[in-house]
């Protein structure tokens, strides 16, 4: 089985930055790989951000998810002035009011006709690594491996690698917005890349 491996090339703090600078300037340009590198750097700090304030994992993962969905869909408004990580902060803060808001009567508000019917180009179809590592795996191996993430992300992989739906069919599929179908998927598969480089227990 061919050998897979992320790059393990260690930064200092000057050079990191310098990459991220980087990656949000590909991102703007519509990069997959900077989508991949920017949702897996910056991951974790929405996600706590939110886990703290939510206190429940599902809703601060959804809001994460939401998070990276609209970024990523305004990535081109984003100033160097402000760090990366303050700006997705802000956004994801943002958005975890406007849920609160939604839940109260007195402030529910409408999607206006533009959200409603706006499909962003956020990732291209081109194969990812953790695409090809994916395809290239035993399928019951794989099938194993898929049933450790939680659900939601097992459906997404599901209907993208054994269906083989496109990102509008899935969206539809699970009735939810585009860009967030997306970034889902950029997460699972990270996941799952994961998950099949752990060592494996052979009973023999």
């Given at each position: 089985m061919p050998i897979f491996r992320y790059d393990v090339k260690k930064?200092?703090?000057?050079?990191?930055?310098?990459?991220?600078?980087?990656?949000?300037?590909?991102?703007?340009k519509g990069d997959q790989k900077a989508f991949s590198y920017l949702l897996n750097t910056y991951w974790n700090d929405v996600y706590s951000f939110q886990l703290?304030?939510?206190?429940d994992e599902n809703e601060a993962e959804d809001i994460t998810i939401r998070t990276f969905s609209k970024a990523f869909d305004k990535i081109k408004t984003y100033k160097e002035q402000y760090e990366f990580k303050t700006w997705l902060i802000t956004i994801s803060k943002n958005i975890?009011?406007?849920?609160?808001?939604?839940?109260?009567?007195?402030?529910?508000?409408?999607?206006?006709?533009?959200?409603?019917?706006s499909v962003?180009?956020?990732?291209?179809?081109?194969?990812?690594?953790?695409?090809?590592?994916?395809?290239?795996?035993?399928?019951?191996?794989?099938?194993?491996?898929?049933?450790?993430?939680?659900?939601?992300?097992?459906?997404?992989?599901?209907?993208r690698y054994f269906q083989e739906l496109s990102y509008e069919e899935i969206a539809k599929e699970l009735n939810?917005?585009?860009?967030?179908?997306?970034?889902?998927?950029?997460?699972?598969?990270?996941?799952?890349a994961e998950i099949i480089h752990q060592p494996k227990n052979k009973n023999f």
């Open positions: 930064y200092s703090l000057s050079e990191k930055l310098n990459n991220n600078q980087v990656q949000i300037e590909n991102a703007k703290l304030r939510t206190r975890h009011i406007d849920l609160i808001r939604q839940k109260k009567p007195e402030f529910a508000r409408t999607l206006s006709k533009q959200d409603k019917n962003y180009n956020l990732v291209d179809d081109s194969p990812t690594a953790e695409d090809k590592l994916i395809t290239e795996q035993n399928l019951a191996s794989l099938l194993q491996d898929l049933k450790k993430l939680k659900p939601h992300y097992q459906k997404v992989l599901h209907l939810e917005p585009l860009n967030n179908v997306k970034v889902k998927l950029l997460r699972a598969k990270r996941l799952l």
